[in-house]
């Protein structure tokens, strides 16, 4: 499991409109990730050559696939309620997210964020298996999730950013969560935990262990 110097992978809800959403911690960080990008070429017709000129048809769109392992046993709790459930509703139409063609609702928008890489998409599939079971209950304690993101921006991989920062000139806002440290917020916004200082001079922090939930940081440009 990740400790708290090392980064933490993030499920980051993009669409906010929802406001009793909310980020979802991967407890284990993922072994690998697998990105799949497909474009369509054309043959065209060439009946005198062995090997036809292709026409471009079109970029398809990059898929990102991750496995993902939570286990709950020590804590004798539904693994379901605890950590699976969240990512499912995920996939589940949001009356409050229109679609300008049809009016109708849609899933969010979602992140992928783990240290300097990030994906932005929707999730696609979800395939969940249940590998250790309460014996006295059968509540599932322990699940993997195979997950499908799609790709929804050009970019594929850049530095993670808060979903909350804003602001004028570059600079942005970090609400700090519980367990954030100075260290792990310079890490997540410019990729170099040791640049924590240029954060606590800005927000003239004198106890820079002591971090509030709610706190709003300004976050200088880099």
């Known amino acids: ?13 993009l669409d906010k409109q929802n406001k009793a959403c909310e980020n979802i911690d991967v407890r284990f960080n993922p072994k690998e990730l697998t990105f799949n990008k497909q474009n369509t070429w054309k043959p065209a017709k060439s009946p005198k050559a062995n090997a036809p000129a292709c026409d471009f048809g079109g970029g398809g769109p990059a898929t990102l696939k991750v496995q993902l392992f939570f286990d709950t046993y020590a804590e004798r709790k539904d693994v379901r309620k605890e950590y699976t459930d969240k990512i499912y509703q995920l996939t ?28 932005d998409g929707v999730i696609t599939t979800i395939a969940q298996r249940f590998t250790l079971f309460l014996p006295d209950s059968g509540i599932p304690v322990r699940a ?13 991989f850049y530095p993670p950013q808060n979903p909350t920062s804003g602001g004028v000139g570059g600079e942005r806002i970090w609400t700090v969560k519980a367990g954030d440290t100075l260290a792990w917020i310079a890490f997540s916004e410019y990729n170099n935990a040791t640049e924590w200082r ?18 709003m940081l300004l976050i200088p440009n880099a």
Request: net charge positive; glycine share 8%.
């Open 1 to 13: 499991m990740s400790g708290s110097g090392f980064a933490k992978a993030q499920i980051v809800r």
């Open 92 to 119: 589940y139409v949001d009356a409050s997210l229109k679609e300008k063609k049809t009016d109708k609702g849609r899933p969010p928008t979602v992140r992928f964020q783990w240290g300097s890489i990030g994906f």
């Open 144 to 156: 993997i999730l195979d997950v499908t993101f799609q790709q929804v921006k050009d970019e594929l």
């Open 198 to 215: 240029r954060i606590a001079d800005a927000n003239r922090l004198y106890n820079v262990r002591r971090l509030t939930p709610g706190m």
